[in-house]
């Protein structure tokens, strides 16, 4: 039975193996799947057991450690005299939902078997179809639909079938449309009328279409983002036997054999001691460590923990628990526990967002909580900013708003700018004056030139009598004689 079977089987109350120990979900299209790197962590089991329970990939040929058989003919589950379901064999095998014939994933049949989300695959050995039974209307965006904001009106941006309507733009992971001023363009990070995705970008096969189609094989989340390959559960199954100590081994010495120091499920055994190398996590064989040594798989004397390898950070250093780690049981991988910045919403600690970090001023605060004019739709990726240049509205850090994003839209100095540029002799702005009455030391004529005044030197007619005189006014009394003896 397949991880993602295993998992179905505990989760419905369907099996008898211990509980699945959730780390995290990721949202594709407002549905959920599991992450299949978390299924090879178990918590629970028997009280009474001195590891609790585990989940064991079996992958056949070796035993697998409950006293199945060895070999090439034991089943998937370790059952004798059954051969192994190999996905891709066109054969629906017990472990199977499906078989298209081959193994690719995301073509509505996954890579171990099992339907996609939003897929029907009707007859072995032929290709999946996008199912038809999607809702309109239910808020879940469906592979066949542009939008879905909750309901089934028109002129609200997302039709009655769930298509964009003229004039609107839609956020594929919120579901909500707004109106859009200019006709639809692909490639500028909005998805708008007759498009489902947009990228910003109009490069094909990077998930998002030339002309802002989704491609098969990809989940388009959010507008503006890239496209991601679709993951489903079961796609990206760590094997332990294959010689690399993949996410959540201890050890994998290449071979899922016993009482060799890596067990079958890649944990390690007491009194050995595993490598890992720290550049390409390649594993190898383990070899016996003497007791009271750091590591060997045992915690004694002082140690808080002991993983069986020697590699630091990795929740278990030098046999002591790093901070934020919990290490349970002797022989495995120590945990992360569930913090702010770990890229996931942890809703038990009441965060409203988590990126990844905890740098306040990039819309998901210390705190994990939604900073101010920010939107955070996906978890373990940056917010968005809600402000908006060129919406007229002065926002945030903006410091002006004009309606628009040209650059080139500012005015060029004029006379009555109230600004002296270039060959302007002077300029008072609203104060200057028109030039058939600019008259004055200190005044500015409409022209940006300076007025005439007493003074200077010439007689303006129609002010001065002459130009000379104290205020430019002619001396009648010396004009007519009044000084001769």
Known sequence: MGPCARLRADTRGGGRGPPILWESFRRFS??????????????????????GGSLELNTGGASNGTGGCTGADCGAAGDPGEAADVCGDALLGKSEECDDG???????CSGVCLIDPGYDCLTVGHACTVSANEVCGDSKKGMLEACDDGNAQNNDGCSSTCEIETGYSCDPSSGVCTPSEAPAVCGNGLVESQENCDDANTQAKDGCSDTCQTESGFDCVSGGEPCEPAAYCG???????????DPHEACDDGNTAALDGCTPS??????????KD?????????????????????????????????TPNDGCTACHID??????????LCTQNERCGDGNVDLDLKEQCDDGNITPGDGCGAQCTIEPNFTCPTAGQLCKTTIVCGDGTIAG?????DG???????????????????????????????????????????????????GDGHVQSNFEDCDGSLNCERDLYRDHGALSL
């Open 404 to 454: 628009n994003k040209l650059s080139t839209d500012a005015l060029a100095p004029y006379c009555g700018d109230g600004v002296k540029t270039g060959t302007e002799a002077c300029d008072d702005g609203a104060k200057n004056v028109a030039l058939a009455t600019a008259y004055g030391k200190t005044v500015c004529t409409s022209v940006c030139s300076k007025a005439p005044y007493c």
């Open 30 to 51: 407002d549905r959920r799947f599991c992450v299949a790197d978390d299924l090879e962590r178990v918590a629970g089991g028997d009280p009474g057991s001195p590891s």
């Open 278 to 310: 720290p550049v390409t996590s390649a594993g190898g064989k383990c070899t016996p460590a003497a007791m009271s040594v750091c590591p060997n798989a045992i915690v004694e004397n002082d140690e808080t923990c002991d993983d069986g390898d020697s």
């Open 235 to 245: 796609d990206k199954v760590w094997v332990c036997g294959n010689g690399k100590v």
């Open 323 to 332: 901070p934020g780690f919990s290490c349970p049981s002797a022989g495995m």
């Open 102 to 108: 081959n193994a690719t994933p995301g073509d509505g």
């Open 266 to 275: 890649c944990t390690v055994e007491p009194n050995y001691t595993c490598p």
């Open 397 to 401: 850090t903006e410091q002006c708003d």
